[in-house]
């Protein structure tokens, strides 16, 4: 017999699209409407967390002693959300040819991050014997990734500093996802990079930390050539490469010199102006550790770094004002104020002619000891034959033995599956209480208060609206459909659908057999769901996820969304058990789609749940790791949750056929 779930998902389904079609919204129970308020929410921990940020600054810019203990705290703090990284291995790199060109020589060079992870890259050298000054450019979210030359490694190895320009992953010669064909099987990196950062999360780590590993490494090449002083080392990076050069040089000692082109701000405003950007520039966490875009700088601080901008760059050029300022601070109580410079140009995002020169006479000044002002006297295109270091043009095709970012995150969660074994058998206190330190959650501890907000009977029912109120908490509008008639053995039935409470309620048959039953219906919309879903405008179609930003804000302040929506569902029960209409009845939980997650949560914390029911729902979150193509994953992500449990985990924790999935 099909459960009750099962039967009203089909036909809901084109009624609720009707519905949706016409624009009809005849089930709210908020008494207010603005779809943009669950972000606005967010973003008022957002900004509270930095608030607190401020506040510590403001203590460490008291003396150099207090700065230089701050320094060490985020570099702790950084250690933190980075998760644990690998150990070295050799590199077993390989020049596979060098080619001479006018005023500088380029070499094919391929090394392994870790074994089997092959990265490409190229080294400009400068004319001459060395042993050269050098730097590491770190690439943009260009598909090509090194290919196409790079003017500004050009003009740097023609005035002697020579360049290593690596593929970063997804890029280049790096692509993760490739169809039949062997050709990029997304629209570009930073979709890619979206949709790889998901898997990445959840065995604990990120695209951005495995970058950070790759970049690092690449330091360790360079190091390892008798051709390069090691001890005049830099690094520089625009748009996707600012973000990884930002993120570099929080920990890579090595570096004497820094630039970052068009990506340096300020997180707290791009956040609430534009939204979360790709995957690949975001560690879970850093709000919650009290990170702005300008700590990374200070953690490298005293060493010299210019900041690149345009006037009329998509990044938020008034964040790159306010983040300098901030770092003027910063140097000045470090006896450095002249080690830190802001270059601006009338123009948008990237490294033009201005910047490039800008660049090199930096580079020339600390790694050379030499001011003078750099000229580009030419542009000078490479071949891009001589720039391609595989056979096939992609590692993961040129190597039968390669290993790729998602092979890498499914062999983590192999080898998490003991220590999964072990976690589990710690006792149900534990794994409570990591559960809820993985949502972000704590339980709740105030009560609720049940606001009636419309109220209409037909013949056989009465359909009771709600807005329930926690402190601190966002609102959750939920119907309440009374029957006539409850049954003698009447129970509770508490409905989520992730297409929103009208695919229900609007479909009369449905609710009619529903109530012929005798039992009572709860249905609701959690936080982002229905009433308060996220404008799809406001969440770019290219990073696969109707709710992206929203999904990014919870885990960039440490509060889940998996896990507040868990607190709506324990609200939900609050509000059942304190309603003496129907308190003493059991309450059946049945969750659709992406709701599925969330459910086996809540049930698993909540005893007060007799039973659930799920219906087209992931039942692992190795699901994701397996199919990483998919939409809608960030919905569901947990940062290294599969460290301690999967779903199928807590299923078998919460009681024998207590949840169930419903085919």
Not at 268 to 283: A, K, M, T
Request: charged share 25%; net charge neutral.
């Amino acid at each position: 017999m099909r459960s009750f779930v099962s039967l009203v998902f089909t036909a809901a389904l084109s009624v609720l699209l009707v519905s949706i079609s016409l624009g009809q919204t005849p089930y709210n129970a908020l008494p207010w409407r603005l779809n943009t308020a669950y972000n606005a929410y967010l973003l008022r921990e957002v900004h509270q967390q930095y608030a607190d940020r401020q506040t510590e600054l403001a203590k460490a810019l008291q003396s150099k002693n207090d700065m230089m203990m701050h320094k060490e705290v985020l570099k702790d703090r950084y250690r933190k959300i980075m998760g644990e990284l690998p150990p070295k291995y050799p590199l077993k790199s390989r020049v596979i040819k060098s080619t001479p060109q006018k005023g500088f020589t380029v070499e094919k060079i391929i090394f392994e991050s870790l074994p089997k992870r092959y990265a490409t890259a190229n080294l400009y050298l400068p004319e001459g014997k060395g042993p050269f000054p050098a730097a590491l450019e770190l690439c943009g979210h260009g598909p090509g990734g090194k290919i196409g030359a790079p003017a500004e490694a050009i003009l740097l190895a023609k005035n002697g500093i020579a360049v290593l320009v690596v593929d970063p992953i997804g890029q280049g010669e790096r692509v993760q996802f490739l169809d039949k064909e062997g050709k990029p099987a997304t629209r570009g990196a930073t979709t890619e990079h979206t949709l790889l950062n998901a898997g990445c999360n959840l065995v604990g780590t990120s695209v951005a930390v495995w970058e950070w590993w790759d970049n690092h490494r690449a330091v360790d090449y360079l190091e390892s050539r008798t051709d390069i002083d090691k001890n005049r080392l830099g690094v520089f990076g625009s748009s996707g490469g600012g973000t990884q050069a930002t993120y570099l040089i929080g920990l890579e000692e090595r570096f004497k010199v820094a630039s970052i082109c068009s990506y340096f701000s300020r997180r707290e405003r791009v956040l609430e102006l534009n939204g979360p950007s790709d995957g690949c520039q975001h560690i879970p966490g850093e709000g919650a550790q009290h990170f702005e875009i300008t700590d990374w700088v200070t953690m490298f601080a005293p060493k010299p770094v210019l900041i690149m901008a345009g006037r009329y760059d998509f990044v938020d050029y008034q964040g790159v004002l306010e983040g300098h300022g901030e770092l003027q601070k910063v140097y000045d109580i470090l006896r450095a104020k002249n080690n830190i410079s802001l270059f601006s140009t009338e123009g948008g995002h990237g490294m033009p002619k201005a910047k490039r020169e800008a660049l090199a006479t930096w580079f020339r000044t600390w790694l050379c000891k030499d001011t003078s002002a750099v000229h580009e006297a030419e542009l000078v295109r490479v071949p891009d034959s001589d720039l391609q270091c595989t056979e096939t043009g992609q590692v993961n095709t040129a190597f039968a033995d390669a290993f790729s970012i998602p092979d890498y995150s499914m062999a983590m969660s192999n080898q998490f599956s003991e220590g999964r074994v072990a976690f589990l058998k710690q006792g149900q206190s534990t794994v409570r209480q990591k559960v809820l330190e993985l949502l972000g959650i704590e339980l709740p501890s105030t009560k609720i208060r049940a606001e009636q907000t419309g109220m209409t009977a037909t013949r056989s029912y009465t359909l009771y609206k709600y807005q329930l109120i926690r402190q601190g908490e966002f609102p959750v509008p939920c119907v309440v459909v009374m029957p006539e008639k409850v049954g003698t053995s009447a129970k509770v039935i508490l409905s989520l659908n992730e297409y929103g409470k009208d695919a229900l309620l609007n479909d009369e048959t449905t609710i009619g057999n529903f109530v012929n039953q005798g039992d009572i219906l709860v249905v609701a919309d959690l936080r982002g769901y229905g009433e308060t879903a996220d404008p799809l405008s406001l969440n770019d179609t290219k990073y696969w996820n109707r709710e992206y930003r929203n999904a990014m804000l919870g885990l960039h302040i440490g509060k889940t969304i998996v896990g507040q929506r868990v607190t709506d569902v324990l609200s939900l029960v609050d509000f059942i058990k304190q309603d003496e209409r129907f308190s003493v009845l059991p309450i059946q939980l049945n969750a659709e789609g992406s709701y599925g997650p969330v459910a086996i949560h809540a049930t698993f914390l909540e005893p007060r749940i007799s039973k659930t029911e799920i219906v087209r729902s992931i039942r692992s979150y190795e699901e994701y790791l397996k199919n990483p193509l998919q939409r809608d994953v960030y919905t569901n992500v947990l940062y290294g949750v599969l460290k301690y449990y999967d779903l199928k985990d807590l299923i078998g924790l919460s009681g024998k056929g207590r949840i169930q999935y419903i085919d």
